[in-house]
């Protein structure tokens, strides 16, 4: 035996199969078989496999599975339920109106077209929402979809609070930015007068920043839903802010991947740079793809019913649409043969962000209805008088309607082309069995967006990495053109500084001079002494 | 992803949001089988799937006995009826780099594409339009052929080769440690190597020539064109591509479970770099 073993370690000369015939080796010397030479085959096979498959320590938990096991732990406090013991009381109040909503038949549905996550994953997200209605004082609930990102996914959900529970947190921080506003503007007076004082009158300058369009009011226009966002079914929840008319202009600008972290200073190396970090990104291009990709079957959602002029300003019909009681559901067929019967239920994103009134008017801070953040996507119908959605042209007061609205006020899907292809795809989820089947609607312009409609039940999701398609290339704006030198005058006249040898010979000639007064100083003295003396 | 593990395969997967309705998983786990029955083939994967504008295509590969050599593609319209696809080759791939925009669906469309070309006439030289068509189908075989060179992935250990050359599926790969399934070092391409004939000797030197035989995706450019994310509470890790997005690699570590699949759009992301 010891005699083959040295001849083996002589011709062997790979250094992985060396070591597996010292693996094989020495398990036959330590175990001792009968009859080695039988069982060599399968003992190669079990040394192969040990060699790939380390042996766990039956004492300690595996170090590198510790985030693992945290994570399980974690997953396993959203099963548990809240306060034990109480039996039947419990059964019953769950069992009555929660503002969670049934994602499981959602996630069947959008199974049946193909889309979405596992099963399993989408009970743990139910779980995860049912946690997230516990937490906060919750009015409506909605799975809203998943964006993925480069070191984690956010999982994002869409809610209404319940009537006055807005929390103070959004309008906090609006008040420390106004606050800062004002010690800004207070300290450059402060500079100014120091300035005034200096000798030199630093011109000031010319530049003023455009003013800050404020953003929509709470429950309004592209903030009408408050957005919550995880990374994993068992994380905390965290809320997105309000997004601002400024960010959604930047958010079209840029195309970004998102990183997975909230806080994350996105967008450090974008031009124009974007407002706000990787939570504003991520608000804004969720307010875009609602805007752009929600949509309902014809009839399904209808505008309350207002009494008064729908031209009046201040009248907020055309804002709240509720479910209509009476919709009996279009057929799976026509809904997937024509667009027709699909209509936007939210409001679009306008290109262009102006404020109508004239600048001297605009005050910061202020925040009437009559102030224009006009939001409108390029590709649908321009949307009808509104408060708040005025076309630019437009002087205040006036009002337009559209000829191409539906008849309950909801914007119809725009037909055509754009990008040389449709923006909407249609298809039955399974062709083998049509009478059983959903109309699924995909979106080409921001592949991710699914929606599907059957009998009275629809729904929409997004599960995507957050961008728009573009069959061109992205390009980013340019830089702005190079701003122009002040203007030489009378008061400022360029020169050049001056070369060093001009400074050393200057230096020089003063140096000479204070010599020679210094000798004439000391004459001067040595005369006085000589004086004094005498 | 392996045709015999389809079902868990595509739960696994489905983290990109993108999987398979019930109908076509029915349809596929019985037309692969005879699928594999005619062609021969060792092991077959079910690529993915290019959505169309009008219709969505379903991509099947099969592989022979040398994991390596060239894979015979298939593609199918109804997940039932699979048509062989001819194999790629340079003159397609620059033909169809000029075709931008989805795919229509239809395998017969044709792509038209005005090109300049110099056209002599005895002494004359001049220049003339021409109009070229270019076949959807043309532009699927191109395309499937870029994805898989540039974006296959298979994970270290997964195949190993011999001294006679032929690559062989490892039997007793058990699936990548934690740490390890969180490199991209651990994962290869799954193609033949380019770029290991580049590599120092000092590197090579620490290969294992049995099993280190292909390009990792350590060294991708543009860097960072990877996305490593763990899911499921850290018990899967999941790799995505994002200069083809829609591709999504999963990997179960400490199990022998992995795949890629691919779902999208079949268009290169060339804004990459901005995006990152």
């Given at each position: 035996m010891d005699n083959k073993y040295k001849v083996i370690t002589a011709k062997v000369s790979d250094r992985a199969e060396y070591e597996h015939l010292a693996n094989l080796l020495t398990k036959i010397l330590n175990q001792r078989p009968e009859d080695p030479l039988f069982l060599l085959e399968s003992l190669n096979r079990t040394t192969q496999w040990e060699w790939f498959h380390p042996k766990l320590d039956t004492l300690r938990d595996d170090p590198e599975m510790q985030p693992t096991y945290e994570m399980a732990e974690r997953q396993k406090a959203l099963f548990g339920r809240s306060g034990s013991g109480e039996g039947e009381q419990e059964m019953e109040e769950e069992t009555a109106e929660t503002a969670v909503p049934n994602i499981m038949e959602k996630a069947f549905y959008f199974e049946q077209a193909g889309v979405g996550l596992s099963s399993d994953e989408s009970f743990r997200v139910f779980m995860a929402l049912k946690q997230l209605v516990e937490q906060q004082p919750i009015h409506t609930c909605r799975f809203w979809g998943k964006i993925l990102g480069l070191s984690r996914s956010y999982l994002v959900a869409e809610v209404e609070f319940r009537?006055?529970?807005?929390?103070?947190e959004g309008e906090e921080v609006e008040e420390m930015t106004e606050g800062g506003e004002g010690m800004e503007a207070h300290g450059e007076e402060e500079g100014d007068e120091d300035e005034d004082q200096a000798t030199d009158v630093i011109p000031k300058p010319t530049w003023k920043p455009p003013p800050v369009i404020p953003k929509e009011d709470s429950r309004t226009g592209t903030n009408r839903y408050l957005y919550f966002v995880c990374n994993e079914p068992g994380r905390p929840w965290m809320r997105l802010p309000h997004v601002t008319p400024i960010q959604i202009v930047q958010a079209r600008k840029i195309r970004k991947f998102f990183?997975?972290?909230?806080?994350?200073?996105?967008?450090?190396?974008?031009?124009?740079?974007?407002?706000?970090n990787e939570a504003n990104y991520l608000r804004a291009q969720i307010a875009r793809i609602s805007a752009a990709t929600h949509i309902s079957p014809l009839g399904f959602y209808q505008f309350g019913e207002e009494e008064g002029d729908e031209e009046e300003e201040g009248g907020a019909g055309r804002d709240s649409y509720e479910e209509n009681p009476d919709f009996e559901g279009i057929p799976v067929l026509e809904l997937v043969d024509s667009m027709a019967n699909w209509v936007h239920h939210t409001q679009h994103i306008l290109p262009q962000v102006t404020d109508g009134r004239k600048e001297e008017r605009l005050r910061v801070g202020e925040q009437s209805e009559d102030v224009n953040a006009d939001f409108h996507e390029s590709g649908a119908c321009r949307p009808s008088s509104e408060p708040w959605f005025k076309l630019m042209a437009n002087v205040e007061g006036e009002s337009q309607r559209h000829p191409c609205q539906g008849p309950s006020g909801l914007m119809p899907l725009r037909t055509g082309e754009i990008m040389h292809m449709a923006p909407w795809t249609a298809r039955l989820s399974c062709t083998l069995s049509p009478q059983y089947s959903v109309a699924v609607v995909r979106s080409n312009l921001w592949p991710g967006a699914y929606a599907y409609a059957s009998g009275k039940k629809f729904e929409n999701i997004y599960i995507g990495w957050g961008h728009k398609y573009s069959p061109e290339n992205f390009n980013p704006s340019l830089p702005a053109p190079i701003q122009h030198e002040y203007p030489s005058g009378p008061d400022t006249i360029e020169m050049s500084d001056p070369t060093v040898e001009e400074e050393q010979a200057l230096k020089a000639a003063q140096e000479q001079a204070l010599a020679a007064a210094e000798e004439e100083e000391e004459d001067e003295e040595e005369d006085e002494d000589e004086d004094q003396d005498d | 992803m392996d045709a015999e593990s389809l079902l868990l395969a595509l739960e696994l997967a489905s983290g990109s949001g993108q999987g398979l309705s019930p109908d076509r998983r029915a349809s596929l786990l019985t037309s692969l089988m005879l699928v594999k029955r005619d062609y021969r083939f060792d092991r077959v994967l079910f690529w993915g799937r290019i959505l169309g504008l009008v219709a969505d295509y379903y991509i099947a590969q099969g592989v022979s006995e040398d994991q390596l050599a060239p894979r015979k593609t298939l593609y199918s319209l109804n997940c039932m009826e699979w048509s062989l696809l001819p194999p790629a080759t340079k003159e397609m791939e620059t033909q169809t780099s000029v075709v931008k925009g989805r795919?229509?669906?239809?395998?017969?469309h044709e792509y038209e594409h005005t090109e300049l070309q110099k056209v002599n006439e005895g002494e004359k030289v001049f220049e003339e339009e021409v109009v070229v068509q270019i076949k959807e189908e043309t532009r699927l075989v191109s395309v499937i052929d870029q994805i898989d060179k540039a974006v296959a992935v298979i994970p270290r250990g997964a195949l190993f080769k011999t001294p006679f050359g032929p690559i062989n599926v490892n039997r007793t790969f058990e699936g990548l440690s934690l740490s390890e399934a969180k490199k991209l070092s651990s994962y290869f391409h799954?193609?033949?190597?380019?770029?290991?004939?580049?590599?120092?000797l000092l590197e090579k030197a620490e290969l294992d020539p049995s099993l280190d035989f292909m390009d990792s995706l350590e060294h991708d450019i543009p860097k960072g064109s990877w996305s490593v994310q763990m899911e499921r509470g850290n018990a899967l890790v999941v790799l995505r591509s994002l200069l083809w997005p829609g591709l999504t690699f999963y990997h179960a570590p400490r199990t022998k479970n992995y795949g890629y699949i691919y779902v999208g759009t079949g268009e290169k992301n060339l804004d990459l770099p901005f995006m990152l």
């Open positions: 009537e006055g529970e807005e929390e103070a990183t997975g972290y909230l806080d994350a200073p996105v967008i450090i190396i974008s031009y124009p740079p974007f407002p706000g | 795919f229509m669906g239809d395998p017969s799954f193609r033949e190597p380019v770029e290991l004939k580049n590599k120092t």
